[in-house]
C-alpha cells in the first residue's frame, strides 16, 4: 500500500509541476481573431481591460505572433483563438503598426486566476494529504480522501495549461474533473459500510471505467477534428451526472439516518462544486453562454482543502465551529439587507448608478451590516450578559459540562471534574482551586477579573471558602460561560453536604435504634433496577451489536479461498455463542418484554424458557395481578426468575410448583420442590444463599413478608406475600 500511495504523490507532484510550468511559461490573452477576409483581425479580448490599456481594437489586424507572422501561426480561413504569446504586433486602422509585450503582471486576473491561485491550492492540497495520510495510513476512507483532494487540486492547477491548448494539460483536467468523483462516491460506498447503512446502488469500482472513455475521445480529436467539439461536452455531462449521483447518494443516506457526519460530508465536499456545476457546466453542455466562466466559478473548489482541516479540528478546536456558525448567521442578515438596499437604490436611481457602483455599495452596506451585528452583540453581552448561542458554543458546552459534573459522588470528586473541566474548554492548567477561611469580597459564583488575573468563588459557609484562582484574563464569553458553571458547582456543593448529612442521620438511626428502614430499601432498589437497565441497553448496543458485526464480517471471511474456513467458522460460532449469552444477561438485567407486553404475558415467556433449558416438571398457576406501584411488577418478574435460577441450579429436583396470587392490593407467591432442600441455617453462611438473600432483599424494600421452609432431602417451599401500603412484616 505505501508503494502505491508513493506512486500518487509522487504523480500528483510530477503533473502539478508540469501545468503550472506551463502555464507561467507564456501568459494567457485569449484574443478571439476572425481570418475569413484573408487577414487576421481582432474580434474580441477575453480580457477587455488589459486590451484597453494596450490599445488593443476590434478590428485591428494582427501582424505577428512572438516575431513569426501571424499567417503563418494561424489557420487562415477559420475562426481562430490566440491563447498565449509573449510579445504581439498589431496594425492599427490608421496604419500604425504597434507593437505590444505581454506580461502576467499586465493582466492581474490572469496572474491570479492561472498561476496564483493554483499554486497556493497545489501547495496547500499536497499539505493536507500528507497530514492526513501520516495520522491514519491504513484507512482506506482516509487514503481515498486523499485521492479526492489530489484529483480536484490537479483539476483546477491545469487550468492555464488547458486554458493554453496544451495537450496534457487537457487530459489531465478532463481526467481529474470525473476521476475525482468517481473516487468520491467510491468513499460514500465505503463510508456507508463503515457507517453500517445498506449500499443500495452499483458498485463504485465499474466507475473507474469512465476515464477510459475520456481518454479514447482524446485520441479520436488526433484523427478528426469533430470530436474537439465533442470531448469536452462529454466530459462536462460525466462529471454532472456525478455530482447529481453524489448528492441523490448522500440525500438518501441522511434521510435514513440523520447523521451529522453525512451532513459535514456534504456542506463541506459537494457545495463548493455547485457553482461550478450550475454556473458553467450546465449552461455549457445545453450550448447556452455560461453565467460565469470556468476559471471564476471553480474558485469555490479552493475552500475544499480547508473543508478537510475543519472535518478534522471541528471537535478539536473549542471555538471554531462557534465562531463560523456566527459569522454564518451574521452573513445570512447582512446579505439580505445589503440586498434589499442595493435594489431600492437601483430602481429609484436607475439611470445614475452604473454596476460596478452598485457592487460597491452592496459590498460597503454588507461589511458595515456584519460589524454593526458584531457591535450588538457587545453590548448585548455588557448590559444584558446575552452572547450568541448556536450549536457547539458556550451554552451547549456548559451543558455537558453540568451533566457530567452530576455523576460526582463527593465533593472531591466533584472539584476534581471542576478542574477537568476548565481544563479542557480554556485551554489552560494556570489555575488553581484554594480553600480559606478567611472573608472574600465576593458573592458566590462572582468573577472579580483584574491585574491579568481571574477571581471566582465557588462556594462559602461559616466554615469554609473555595475560591478559584485564574492567572490571567479571560475573554468574556469565557467568563460568562465560568460564572455560569461556578454557580452550579456551588448548588452542587450544596446538595452533596446535604446527601452526606442525611447518609450520617440514616446510619446513626441504624445503629442506635437497630430499625430497618423499608422506604430506603425500596428507594435504593429502584436505584439498582434502574442502572440496571441502562447497563442492559448499554451493552445490547455496544458488545452485543458489535460482536453481532465481526460474526457477518467473518462469514464474508469464511468464503474466502485464500483463508482456512473451519477455522474462521468455529471463531464465528464462539462468538454467537457469547452474543447469545450476553442477550440473555441483557434480558435478565431488564426484561424486556415486561415493557412491551405486560407482567402476565412476559410471566407465560419465561415458564416457556424454563421448560425448555430445565431437567424437572414444572406446574404453574399465574394470575394476573395489578399494583399502582408499577414497580412491583418488575419485582414479582424478578422474583420468578430468580426462584426459577435456585431451581435449576441448585435444585435437584424432578417437580417444581409455582403460583402466583392475586390479593387485594398485592400478591402472595408460593414455590415448592422436592429437590434435596438444605439446611436453612448453613445455606445463609454459603455462597449459594446469594439468590436466597437477593429474594429476601426485595420482599423486605417493598414492605413485605418471606417465608422459607426446608430440610435436607425434603425439598424446599417459600412463602412470599407483599402488599401495597401494607404494615411492615418481617421474617
Given at each position: 500500500?505505501?508503494?502505491?500511495?508513493?506512486?500518487?504523490?509522487?504523480?500528483?507532484?510530477?503533473?502539478?509541476?508540469?501545468?503550472?510550468?506551463?502555464?507561467?511559461?507564456?501568459?494567457?490573452?485569449?484574443?478571439?481573431i476572425?481570418?475569413?477576409?484573408?487577414?487576421?483581425?481582432?474580434?474580441?479580448?477575453?480580457?477587455?481591460?488589459?486590451?484597453?490599456?494596450?490599445?488593443?481594437?476590434k478590428?485591428?489586424?494582427?501582424?505577428?505572433?512572438?516575431?513569426?507572422?501571424?499567417?503563418?501561426?494561424?489557420?487562415?480561413?477559420?475562426p481562430?483563438?490566440?491563447?498565449s504569446?509573449?510579445?504581439?504586433?498589431?496594425?492599427?486602422?490608421?496604419?500604425?503598426?504597434?507593437?505590444i509585450?505581454?506580461?502576467?503582471?499586465?493582466?492581474?486576473?490572469?496572474?491570479?486566476?492561472?498561476?496564483?491561485?493554483?499554486?497556493?491550492?497545489?501547495?496547500?492540497?499536497?499539505?493536507?494529504?500528507?497530514?492526513?495520510?501520516?495520522?491514519?495510513?491504513?484507512?482506506?476512507?482516509?487514503?481515498?480522501?486523499?485521492?479526492?483532494?489530489?484529483?480536484?487540486?490537479?483539476?483546477y492547477?491545469?487550468?492555464?495549461?488547458?486554458?493554453?491548448?496544451?495537450?496534457?494539460?487537457?487530459?489531465?483536467?478532463?481526467?481529474?474533473?470525473?476521476?475525482?468523483?468517481?473516487?468520491?462516491?467510491?468513499?460514500?460506498?465505503?463510508?456507508?459500510?463503515?457507517?453500517?447503512?445498506?449500499?443500495?446502488?452499483?458498485?463504485?469500482?465499474?466507475?473507474?471505467?469512465?476515464p477510459?472513455?475520456?481518454?479514447?475521445?482524446?485520441?479520436?480529436?488526433?484523427?478528426?477534428?469533430?470530436?474537439?467539439?465533442?470531448?469536452?461536452?462529454?466530459?462536462?455531462?460525466?462529471?454532472?451526472?456525478?455530482?447529481?449521483?453524489?448528492?441523490?447518494?448522500?440525500?438518501?443516506?441522511?434521510?435514513?439516518?440523520?447523521?451529522?457526519?453525512?451532513?459535514?460530508?456534504?456542506?463541506?465536499?459537494?457545495?463548493?462544486?455547485?457553482?461550478f456545476?450550475?454556473?458553467?457546466?450546465?449552461?455549457?453542455?445545453?450550448?447556452?453562454?455560461?453565467?460565469?466562466?470556468?476559471?471564476?466559478?471553480?474558485?469555490?473548489?479552493?475552500?475544499?482543502?480547508?473543508?478537510?482541516?475543519?472535518?478534522?479540528?471541528?471537535?478539536?478546536?473549542?471555538?471554531?465551529?462557534?465562531?463560523?456558525?456566527?459569522?454564518?448567521?451574521?452573513?445570512?442578515?447582512?446579505?439580505?439587507?445589503?440586498?434589499?438596499?442595493?435594489?431600492?437604490?437601483?430602481?429609484?436611481?436607475?439611470?445614475?448608478?452604473?454596476?460596478?457602483?452598485?457592487?460597491?455599495?452592496?459590498?460597503?452596506?454588507?461589511?458595515?451590516?456584519?460589524?454593526?451585528?458584531?457591535?450588538?452583540?457587545?453590548?448585548?453581552?455588557?448590559?444584558?450578559?446575552?452572547?450568541?448561542?448556536?450549536?457547539?458554543?458556550?451554552v451547549?458546552?456548559?451543558?455537558?459540562?453540568?451533566?457530567?459534573?452530576?455523576?460526582?459522588?463527593?465533593?472531591?470528586?466533584?472539584?476534581?471534574?471542576?478542574?477537568?473541566?476548565?481544563?479542557?474548554?480554556?485551554?489552560?492548567?494556570?489555575?488553581?482551586?484554594?480553600?480559606?477561611?478567611?472573608?472574600?469580597?465576593?458573592?458566590?459564583?462572582?468573577?472579580?477579573?483584574?491585574?491579568?488575573?481571574?477571581?471566582?468563588?465557588?462556594?462559602?459557609?461559616?466554615?469554609?471558602?473555595?475560591?478559584?484562582?485564574?492567572?490571567?484574563?479571560l475573554?468574556?464569553?469565557?467568563?460568562?460561560?465560568?460564572?455560569?458553571?461556578?454557580?452550579?458547582?456551588?448548588?452542587?456543593?450544596?446538595?452533596?453536604?446535604?446527601?452526606e448529612?442525611?447518609?450520617?442521620?440514616?446510619?446513626?438511626?441504624?445503629?442506635?435504634?437497630?430499625?430497618?428502614?423499608?422506604?430506603?430499601?425500596?428507594?435504593?432498589?429502584?436505584?439498582?433496577?434502574?442502572?440496571?437497565?441502562?447497563?442492559?441497553?448499554?451493552?445490547?448496543?455496544?458488545?452485543?451489536?458489535?460482536?453481532?458485526?465481526?460474526?457477518?464480517?467473518?462469514?464474508v471471511?469464511?468464503?474466502?479461498?485464500?483463508?482456512?474456513?473451519?477455522?474462521?467458522?468455529?471463531?464465528?460460532?464462539?462468538?454467537?455463542?457469547?452474543?447469545k449469552?450476553?442477550?440473555?444477561?441483557?434480558?435478565?438485567?431488564?426484561?424486556?418484554?415486561?415493557?412491551?407486553?405486560?407482567?402476565?404475558?412476559?410471566?407465560?415467556?419465561l415458564?416457556?424458557?424454563?421448560?425448555?433449558?430445565?431437567?424437572?416438571?414444572?406446574?404453574?398457576?399465574?394470575?394476573?395481578?395489578?399494583?399502582?406501584?408499577?414497580?412491583?411488577h418488575?419485582?414479582?418478574?424478578?422474583?420468578?426468575?430468580?426462584?426459577?435460577?435456585?431451581?435449576?441450579?441448585?435444585?435437584?429436583?424432578?417437580?417444581?410448583?409455582?403460583?402466583?396470587?392475586?390479593?387485594?392490593?398485592?400478591?402472595?407467591?408460593?414455590?415448592?420442590?422436592?429437590?434435596?432442600?438444605?439446611?436453612?441455617?448453613?445455606?445463609?453462611?454459603?455462597?449459594?444463599?446469594?439468590?436466597?438473600?437477593?429474594?429476601?432483599?426485595?420482599?423486605?424494600?417493598?414492605?413485605?413478608?418471606?417465608?422459607?421452609?426446608?430440610?435436607?432431602?425434603?425439598?424446599?417451599?417459600?412463602?412470599?406475600?407483599?402488599?401495597?401500603?401494607?404494615e411492615?412484616?418481617?421474617?
Amino acid at each position: 500500500m505505501s508503494k502505491l500511495t508513493y506512486s500518487i504523490f509522487i504523480t500528483y507532484l510530477l503533473l502539478g509541476i508540469y501545468v503550472l510550468v506551463i502555464a507561467i511559461q507564456t501568459p494567457f490573452i485569449g484574443i478571439a481573431i476572425d481570418t475569413t477576409s484573408g487577414q487576421p483581425v481582432i474580434v474580441k479580448s477575453y480580457y477587455p481591460d488589459w486590451a484597453q490599456q494596450q490599445n488593443i481594437e476590434k478590428g485591428d489586424i494582427l501582424v505577428t505572433i512572438d516575431l513569426q507572422l501571424a499567417e503563418e501561426k494561424i489557420m487562415m480561413g477559420k475562426p481562430h483563438t490566440l491563447r498565449s504569446a509573449h510579445e504581439l504586433t498589431i496594425l492599427k486602422a490608421d496604419g500604425f503598426v504597434h507593437s505590444i509585450p505581454v506580461k502576467h503582471t499586465d493582466m492581474p486576473e490572469e496572474l491570479f486566476i492561472h498561476i496564483v491561485f493554483p499554486l497556493l491550492y497545489f501547495a496547500l492540497s499536497f499539505g493536507v494529504a500528507i497530514y492526513l495520510w501520516k495520522r491514519n495510513r491504513e484507512n482506506q476512507l482516509t487514503n481515498l480522501l486523499i485521492l479526492f483532494l489530489l484529483t480536484c487540486s490537479l483539476a483546477y492547477t491545469s487550468i492555464g495549461a488547458s486554458g493554453r491548448e496544451d495537450l496534457l494539460g487537457k487530459m489531465v483536467m478532463g481526467h481529474c474533473i470525473v476521476l475525482c468523483f468517481v473516487v468520491f462516491i467510491h468513499f460514500l460506498q465505503h463510508y456507508y459500510y463503515f457507517l453500517h447503512i445498506k449500499w443500495p446502488f452499483f458498485h463504485a469500482k465499474w466507475l473507474y471505467l469512465l476515464p477510459i472513455l475520456i481518454t479514447c475521445c482524446y485520441f479520436l480529436e488526433m484523427y478528426d477534428s469533430r470530436f474537439k467539439m465533442i470531448t469536452p461536452i462529454v466530459i462536462l455531462g460525466l462529471f454532472g451526472i456525478l455530482v447529481l449521483s453524489a448528492i441523490c447518494i448522500l440525500i438518501t443516506g441522511y434521510l435514513r439516518t440523520h447523521s451529522a457526519k453525512i451532513r459535514l460530508i456534504a456542506i463541506a465536499l459537494i457545495v463548493p462544486f455547485l457553482p461550478f456545476l450550475f454556473l458553467f457546466v450546465i449552461p455549457e453542455i445545453f450550448r447556452y453562454t455560461p453565467i460565469l466562466q470556468a476559471e471564476f466559478s471553480a474558485l469555490f473548489l479552493l475552500f475544499i482543502p480547508f473543508s478537510f482541516v475543519f472535518i478534522q479540528v471541528n471537535e478539536r478546536l473549542f471555538d471554531i465551529e462557534y465562531q463560523l456558525s456566527r459569522l454564518r448567521y451574521y452573513c445570512a442578515l447582512a446579505f439580505f439587507s445589503a440586498f434589499v438596499i442595493t435594489l431600492g437604490l437601483s430602481i429609484f436611481l436607475v439611470n445614475h448608478l452604473s454596476i460596478t457602483l452598485l457592487t460597491a455599495i452592496f459590498v460597503l452596506v454588507f461589511l458595515v451590516n456584519i460589524a454593526s451585528f458584531y457591535l450588538k452583540e457587545q453590548l448585548d453581552f455588557k448590559h444584558r450578559k446575552v452572547i450568541f448561542s448556536s450549536n457547539g458554543d458556550y451554552v451547549h458546552s456548559l451543558y455537558a459540562a453540568v451533566n457530567r459534573m452530576g455523576n460526582a459522588k463527593n465533593q472531591q470528586d466533584l472539584l476534581a471534574r471542576f478542574t477537568y473541566e476548565i481544563t479542557e474548554k480554556l485551554g489552560t492548567t494556570d489555575f488553581t482551586i484554594e480553600t480559606i477561611t478567611e472573608d472574600v469580597s465576593l458573592a458566590r459564583g462572582e468573577v472579580n477579573a483584574r491585574d491579568q488575573k481571574t477571581q471566582l468563588l465557588i462556594y462559602d459557609s461559616a466554615d469554609e471558602k473555595i475560591v478559584l484562582l485564574i492567572s490571567h484574563t479571560l475573554q468574556k464569553e469565557e467568563l460568562l460561560w465560568l460564572e455560569l458553571l461556578a454557580l452550579y458547582v456551588s448548588m452542587l456543593i450544596d446538595s452533596l453536604k446535604l446527601i452526606e448529612d442525611l447518609v450520617l442521620e440514616i446510619q446513626h438511626m441504624k445503629v442506635t435504634n437497630n430499625t430497618p428502614l423499608p422506604w430506603l430499601d425500596k428507594l435504593l432498589w429502584n436505584i439498582i433496577e434502574k442502572e440496571k437497565g441502562i447497563l442492559a441497553q448499554e451493552l445490547h448496543d455496544t458488545i452485543l451489536q458489535e460482536q453481532l458485526h465481526l460474526a457477518r464480517e467473518l462469514d464474508v471471511l469464511a468464503g474466502s479461498p485464500s483463508i482456512k474456513g473451519e477455522k474462521v467458522r468455529a471463531i464465528r460460532e464462539q462468538l454467537l455463542n457469547a452474543a447469545k449469552d450476553l442477550r440473555e444477561y441483557c434480558e435478565n438485567l431488564s426484561p424486556p418484554l415486561l415493557d412491551t407486553l405486560g407482567l402476565h404475558i412476559a410471566l407465560k415467556k419465561l415458564i416457556q424458557k424454563v421448560n425448555i433449558r430445565a431437567n424437572f416438571l414444572l406446574n404453574t398457576q399465574i394470575e394476573r395481578v395489578h399494583f399502582q406501584d408499577l414497580s412491583l411488577h418488575l419485582v414479582v418478574y424478578l422474583l420468578v426468575q430468580e426462584l426459577f435460577n435456585n431451581a435449576i441450579k441448585h435444585a435437584e429436583a424432578t417437580e417444581v410448583s409455582l403460583r402466583l396470587l392475586a390479593l387485594d392490593r398485592g400478591f402472595v407467591l408460593q414455590y415448592d420442590d422436592n429437590g434435596i432442600g438444605c439446611n436453612i441455617e448453613a445455606l445463609m453462611q454459603s455462597s449459594a444463599s446469594m439468590g436466597i438473600n437477593g429474594i429476601r432483599e426485595r420482599v423486605r424494600a417493598f414492605n413485605g413478608d418471606m417465608t422459607i421452609t426446608s430440610k435436607e432431602n425434603e425439598g424446599m417451599h417459600i412463602y412470599i406475600k407483599i402488599q401495597e401500603e401494607g404494615e411492615n412484616i418481617h421474617d
